[in-house]
């Protein structure tokens, strides 16, 4: 079974600060794991991806991630906060299955709040 | 432009009362999922489609229905709308199975129901 947890529901960080948004999974299978930004009445739109290759992965909007699987985290940062960055985060997680069927698992979701 | 589109955005409706929430990608996408999401529990998969006429349930199908007739088209119908199905609905594509990971996804629905 492949699970997320998202430690904290809600972050709010000043304008330039360092963000860091924490994921922890599950998995029995190499996991490939995912982060998703949810703009307000926005769909989901995908940040980064790690799929097994570098551990360190670099997304959109200065955001990158680093698979650490001592520690089974997937933690998200960016160096300095924009205003722009307040959304709603989701961290997935996804395990190829015998019958080739890739499934996302999500967290619960951070909300990222950004003051000046 | 390469979209999946949901309609309506926005729907109140009455318990019982049959209602479609319609999705179409312009991608020539295989794979489509419909999710919820509610507060706290993040998107949840209520059903999935693998190609036209394949489709199978997610981890929440209880009272919603599928099809897909047309590789573009994948509707979400609630035959009987009750109020704890008042939530966010999400489609979204994928080129294949596998790489459902690498999904597209619509704006969204919100339903309400009274």
């Known amino acids: 079974a492949q699970s997320v947890t998202q430690l904290g529901s809600h972050v709010s960080v000043s304008e330039g600060a360092l963000v860091l948004l924490r994921c922890n999974y599950s998995?029995?299978?190499?996991?490939?794991l995912f982060w998703y930004v949810q703009y307000p009445n926005q769909g989901l739109q995908l940040l980064l991806k790690y799929t097994s290759a570098a551990t360190l992965v670099k997304g959109i909007n200065g955001f990158e991630a680093e698979f650490k699987k001592s520690e089974t985290s997937f933690h998200l940062t960016k160096p300095s906060a924009h205003m722009s960055d307040a959304a709603e985060y989701f961290c997935?997680?996804?395990?190829?299955?015998?019958?080739?069927?890739?499934?996302?698992?999500f967290g619960a979701g951070t909300r990222l709040a950004v003051h000046p | 432009e390469a979209q999946v589109t949901q309609n309506p955005r926005y729907l109140i409706t009455v318990t019982g009362k049959k209602l479609t929430v319609t999705c179409s990608q312009n991608?020539?996408?295989?794979?489509m999922s419909w999710y919820r999401q509610d507060p706290g529990l993040g998107l949840r998969q209520i059903y999935y489609s693998m190609n036209v006429e394949v489709t199978d349930k997610g981890d929440v199908p209880e009272g919603y229905k599928v099809s897909r007739k047309e590789k573009r088209n994948f509707p979400l119908i609630l035959e009987s709308p009750s109020p704890n199905q008042t939530s966010l609905y999400f489609c979204a594509s994928s080129l294949s199975s596998r790489n459902a990971y690498e999904q597209y996804f619509g704006p969204g629905t919100r339903l309400t129901v009274t």
């Open positions: 991608m020539n996408h295989e794979y």
């Open positions: 998995s029995s299978v190499p996991p490939y």
């Open positions: 997935a997680v996804s395990g190829m299955f015998s019958g080739g069927y890739n499934k996302l698992i």
